[in-house]
């Protein structure tokens, strides 16, 4: 299909940038054509990204157009003050336990001296730049993507002078609601202005998209006209033929800070450790991406240790591969009740290998219910008791070691990047 309309996506992670934040609207942008809405992308032109993964850049159209914009960032400073400061511009903020007062200082001033956040200063320049733009180039619809959510501001500072310009605000994560938010230190005036902001974003969007239906139906308590297009999987990877691995493999893939660990799940294979030496000597425990060490010193302290293999940071397609040789897929979510809606988009990448997903969160979480409708593996809450996560773990090893585990595909066709490129051409053309 030749596109007939035009659609502005306004976002600040874009290749070489690496990590979810930048899959989502790379993914629209590559098959929206294709449903005919020709995207062009609004990005910093010299932005400072926590990740880089230049195997993405492969990924982008050839010929899509992109508009820079150039931003000042105060991380730059801040890295040459700490180099350790890389999480804290990363948004990874060290609030678990045995928290360093330097931690404690980051997120004070992150949260009360950068609102929304420390990309504010990419609003005004941005605003003006695109303003000009919007003087000569017509758009059907312009979308925000956030966090950063002071990229939303770009967006309500286009429609104050557009009033007719459809505008699509897209929530990857939660801004208030998110689980970090009461960890940021804020001063109640601070607080009142997130919540403010937040509230200016729900009220003048034309469109509010959440990744997850929880997130959705908060919003529009919130006052949001909210509809939820989750995250998803492209067809390349789908359910691809990888040889069955030579050893039963426990994998995570991603960022796996204090908030999220798995505690209990650690002690239960450390019980099927002590009960069968022959998983013993079959078992590997996997981490790919950012571990953080307190939680690798715990684990490396056991008899799992021996186990452990830690392959750090991976492009996505790298990836990708280890989730697919994997037996396993490990997925953990923080364990409060306000949480049930984060849908991680590497869910929808483990769905697509087809393997056994091992879920940790809140009951009635939105992970429970896609795990459920796909009948793709067990959520557990930390509460639980590790024998009971041990039998399943056990359970699923004599599958394996009996050749009878079976690839998982019950409906995930509908989580697919394409199929999800629907839904939103849907949403577009009919509000």
Not at 4 to 29: D, H, M
Not at 144 to 155: D, E
Not at 398 to 413: A, E, G, L, M, R
Request: hydrophobic share 35%; proline share 5%; net charge positive.
């Amino acid at each position: 299909m030749k596109p007939t309309k035009k659609i502005l996506i306004i976002t600040y992670y874009w290749p070489p940038a690496g990590g979810p934040g930048v899959q989502r609207w790379l993914k629209f942008a590559k098959y929206l054509p294709e449903n005919g809405w020709q995207p062009t992308v609004f990005i910093p032109e010299n932005p400072s990204y926590p990740i880089i993964d230049d195997s993405l850049t492969n990924e982008v159209p050839k010929d899509i157009t992109l508009i820079k914009q150039k931003i000042w960032e105060p991380y730059r400073l801040a890295e040459k003050l700490n180099k350790n400061n890389k999480k804290f511009k990363a948004g990874q903020f060290d609030v678990g336990k045995n928290q360093s007062w330097k931690s404690k200082l980051s997120i004070w001033i992150r949260g009360n001296f950068f609102i929304p956040d420390a990309r504010i200063f990419w609003v005004k320049p941005s605003v003006k730049t695109l303003l000009k733009h919007l003087e000569t180039h017509h758009y059907d619809a312009i979308v925000t993507t956030g966090p950063p959510h002071s990229v939303h501001l770009i967006g309500w500072g286009l429609k104050q002078k557009n009033p007719q310009l459809k505008w699509i605000a897209d929530f990857r994560d939660p801004w208030t609601q998110i689980s970090y938010y009461k960890h940021l230190k804020l001063s109640r005036k601070s607080d009142r202005l997130h919540k403010d902001l937040e509230a200016l974003v729900f009220k003048n969007a034309d469109i509010t998209l959440a990744t997850s239906y929880t997130d959705a139906e908060n919003f529009k308590q919130m006052g949001a006209k909210a509809f939820c297009i989750t995250n998803g999987f492209d067809v390349e990877t789908e359910l691809s033929t990888v040889a069955m691995p030579q050893q039963f493999t426990l994998a995570y893939i991603g960022v796996l800070e204090q908030l999220r660990n798995p505690e209990v799940l650690w002690s239960a294979l450390n019980l099927l450790i002590e009960k069968n030496p022959e998983f013993y000597s079959d078992f590997t425990l996997k981490f790919v991406g950012r571990l953080d060490e307190k939680i690798s010193e715990s684990i490396l302290n056991t008899k799992l240790g021996s186990c452990f293999q830690d392959l750090g940071y991976l492009s996505h397609q790298e990836s990708i591969a280890e989730m697919q040789k994997s037996t396993m897929l490990l997925i953990t979510n923080f364990p409060n009740l306000e949480s049930k809606g984060i849908i991680p988009g590497k869910l929808f990448e483990y769905l697509s290998t087809g393997n056994i997903l091992l879920s940790f969160g809140p009951s009635e979480a939105d992970v429970e219910k896609i795990i459920q409708q796909t009948q793709a593996g067990k959520h557990f809450t930390y509460d639980v008791s590790d024998t009971e996560i041990m039998e399943f773990i056990e359970k699923q090893y004599f599958d394996w070691k009996h050749n009878s585990t079976q690839k998982i595909s019950n409906n995930i066709h509908q989580f697919s990047r394409k199929s999800l490129t629907k839904q939103l051409v849907n949403l577009l053309n009919s509000h």
